[in-house]
């Protein structure tokens, strides 16, 4: 993690535009219950999630390499961190991704020096609400 948490208010306030890999379907995952909280906090979220189009208010993706170049600089993750590897291959493929936020108990050390070795603030291990609402006044 190559960002500080007195720097969360900075990324909360300057992206608000956020893809979300693993937006689940299943209204009581935090994968879809904190995405819902973003969006009620005024942030336009994408998901990506195979097989589906659209999930509540979300539109969905099958890939990052699917979403709008503008959609995709603010990237959350709710993946396995054995999965992570191919998160930031996928990341590094596409290009453009600014910030790579991992969930509270995602984390991969090898992954994560990946991205930042290629410019991108990496968070990890941390719940992006709880968070949020900690920079809150």
Known sequence: MNVNPNQFKELFDKYHHITVIGLSPKPEKPSHQIPL???SKGYEVVGIYPGEKRIGPFDIFESL????PAQRKFVNVFRRSEDIPAVVD????VGGVEVLWL????ANTEAESRAERAGIKVVSNRCWLVDYNNCQP
């Open 65 to 68: 390499k699917d979403v709008p």
């Open 37 to 39: 909280f973003m969006h």
């Open 90 to 93: 996928q990341i590094l493929a």
């Open 103 to 106: 969930q509270l108990g995602i």
